[in-house]
């Protein structure tokens, strides 16, 4: 879980027979390493923690299309040739199974009385293991009376790919203005299909080769020492006790799913303008913000409520890195390529301003070529020496050591269709995490922010006030005139580097969010 996906293409099919049957073919191909890893389980076994599930939660602006003549239609036309999607797995292998999509298992309807029904029921179904014996997808449609929302809620386990992934294949049944979904979404160009990377003046892609980790060998070194050097965050009552993540935390079997209300994204571009930032930092900041007040005023924690503290506190944040893609064939192309890489965030800041800055100066080290390519280099190398065992159990170590984890994916910038052919109008999405740390799920989409957080309510008892302070950090940051309102120091752990700089080691390590 720790380490980039180098060999993110699974091997060349072969033909087997199948035992239940003389002469029926049965399709065989190996799974990739990370994918056969996400299969087999990427923590340690005492964790006993649940299987590694992708959610998709979209609510439409008004009614949900027909299952079978809409999207059981588009599913079987685009994604069901995919072995990803058309084969179960089998002990890191895709095998074909089923000749024929079964509509019955991997379509369904559930109705729900009210709008509030469709979270309850995501909270429940977000706890739910797939059915192996069919191909590891399913999609739900929660159908709600008007005037309320009906929505999709769409379950894909890990090992089929990665939420970037997801969005390039999933664009063919996408219908928006323009008609063409991946060119309304605000990733760096790197990480897009080669056909819709933009160009620069000089005739060349804006992800230019030049430059490297060998000038700056000091990032370089620090990203490499960087998963060996992490210790436990400070004991806070938004995070367990130490002794409870010593070595490596249990899943005690409760996870919250809590949605914050939307934040334009006009409110946060003149955030990010006024302070000559970017959007990530803006959104990464109102998200410290808004834990640092959950923690004073809902769980009263007096380090949290003072102003002096010294505390530790980090959040893992999942880069999303290159991979290749075929636009006639993007559904083959579905893959996990990400990384995941510590940082530390300034919870302990007491001014509004003084987190934007020093949220500034963290994520200043997302930003350095050299530094990505050190934290992808030494996971690589211990992925690749080390026994399964030790590294499920230096995830599960690593990950307890922090307090966090946050997803930060842009969707489209206009609203899309779905499926595009007899669908509707989706209004609202949202990435559905249950995780053995709080998940934040963030997802830019049609000019706003939707966001949600997947925790533990023992730690968040009452997560709703944590989305209203969500709002409200964004507000008291646009009311802050640019200028230097922290007493602390403001300083990057290295040089600021530019992002569209490639490493030899690491070609275009860009980040999964906002340019």
């Given at each position: 879980q720790m380490g980039t996906n180098s060999d993110s293409m699974d091997d060349v099919t072969q033909s087997l027979t199948a035992a239940d049957s003389s002469d029926a073919p049965l399709l065989r191909r190996q799974m990739s390493s990370m994918a056969a890893?996400?299969?087999?389980?990427t923590w340690d076994p005492e964790m006993k923690m649940l299987e590694p599930t992708v959610n998709l939660l979209a609510y439409y602006s008004r009614g949900a299309p027909s299952v079978d003549a809409a999207l059981a239609d588009a599913m079987e036309k685009f994604m069901w040739p995919s072995h990803r999607f058309s084969c179960?797995?089998?002990?890191?292998?895709?095998?074909?199974?089923?000749?024929?999509?079964?509509?019955?298992?991997?379509?369904?309807?559930?109705?729900?009385?009210?709008?509030?029904?469709?979270?309850?029921?995501?909270?429940?179904?977000?706890?739910?293991?797939?059915?192996?014996n069919y191909p590891v997808w399913r999609v739900t449609i929660l159908r709600a009376p008007a005037p309320n929302r009906s929505a999709l809620f769409w379950q894909l386990h890990h090992s089929i790919g990665d939420g970037l992934s997801m969005l390039f294949a999933f664009s063919p049944m996408m219908g928006c203005p323009g008609g063409d979904p991946l060119s309304k979404i605000p990733l760096p160009s790197a990480l897009l299909p080669p056909e819709r990377r933009k160009v620069t003046a000089g005739g060349g892609s804006s992800s230019s080769?030049?430059?490297?980790?060998?000038?700056?060998?000091?990032?370089?070194?620090?990203?490499?020492?960087?998963?060996a050097l992490v210790k436990h965050d400070t004991e806070l009552r938004i995070n367990p006790p130490i002794a409870q993540r010593n070595p490596f935390m249990?899943?005690?079997?409760?996870?919250?799913?809590?949605?914050?209300?939307?934040?334009?994204?006009?409110?946060?571009?003149?955030?990010?303008?006024?302070?000559?930032?970017?959007?990530?930092?803006?959104?990464?900041?109102?998200?410290?913000?808004?834990?640092?007040?959950?923690?004073?005023?809902?769980?009263?924690?007096?380090?949290?409520?003072?102003?002096?503290?010294?505390?530790?506190?980090?959040?893992?944040?999942?880069?999303?890195?290159?991979?290749?893609?075929?636009?006639?064939n993007l559904a083959d192309c579905v893959t996990n390529k990400m990384l995941f890489v510590p940082c530390s965030l300034p919870i302990?800041?007491?001014?509004?301003?003084?987190?934007?800055?020093?949220?500034?100066?963290?994520?200043?080290?997302?930003?350095?070529t050299a530094y990505i390519a050190g934290v992808a280099g030494m996971?690589?190398?211990?992925?690749?020496?080390?026994?399964?065992?030790?590294?499920?159990?230096?995830?599960?170590?690593?990950?307890?050591?922090?307090?966090?984890?946050?997803?930060?994916?842009?969707?489209?910038?206009?609203?899309?269709?779905?499926?595009?052919?007899?669908?509707?109008?989706?209004?609202?999405?949202?990435?559905?995490?249950?995780?053995?740390?709080?998940?934040?799920?963030?997802?830019?989409?049609?000019?706003?922010?939707?966001?949600?957080?997947?925790?533990?309510?023992?730690?968040?008892?009452?997560?709703?006030?944590?989305?209203?302070?969500?709002?409200?950090?964004?507000?008291?940051?646009?009311?802050?005139?640019?200028?230097?309102?922290?007493?602390?120091?403001?300083?990057?752990?290295?040089?600021?580097?530019?992002?569209t700089k490639a490493c030899p080691m690491l070609p275009n390590p860009y980040v999964h969010y906002h340019r």
């Open positions: 890893a996400f299969e087999a389980g179960c797995m089998d002990n890191g292998y895709w095998v074909s199974k089923h000749a024929k999509m079964e509509r019955s298992y991997h379509f369904r309807e559930v109705e729900v009385a009210s709008e509030g029904a469709i979270d309850e029921w995501v909270q429940a179904a977000m706890m739910q293991a797939l059915d192996k080769q030049a430059g490297g980790c060998c000038q700056t060998p000091c990032a370089f070194m620090k990203g490499m020492l960087a998963p249990r899943f005690n079997g409760q996870r919250n799913f809590t949605r914050f209300p939307k934040v334009s994204m006009s409110l946060i571009k003149s955030i990010k303008d006024k302070h000559e930032c970017s959007v990530n930092d803006v959104l990464m900041a109102g998200l410290i913000g808004a834990l640092r007040r959950y923690g004073a005023e809902v769980c009263e924690d007096p380090l949290l409520q003072s102003e002096s503290a010294r505390i530790e506190f980090k959040s893992m944040i999942m880069l999303a890195l290159p991979r290749p893609v075929d636009m006639k302990d800041e007491p001014t509004v301003l003084g987190r934007l800055h020093r949220t500034i100066a963290a994520f200043a080290g997302m930003k350095s996971t690589d190398f211990v992925k690749g020496v080390a026994p399964t065992s030790v590294l499920r159990k230096t995830a599960s170590e690593t990950f307890s050591k922090h307090s966090l984890l946050v997803t930060n994916v842009p969707s489209t910038t206009v609203p899309i269709t779905f499926p595009k052919e007899g669908g509707e109008e989706i209004s609202e999405t949202h990435m559905v995490f249950p995780n053995i740390i709080p998940q934040v799920s963030i997802i830019t989409y049609n000019g706003f922010v939707n966001a949600n957080i997947v925790a533990d309510p023992e730690l968040f008892p009452k997560a709703e006030r944590l989305g209203e302070m969500f709002r409200k950090e964004f507000e008291a940051l646009d009311a802050c005139d640019p200028g230097v309102a922290s007493t602390r120091k403001v300083s990057a752990p290295f040089e600021r580097t530019s992002v």
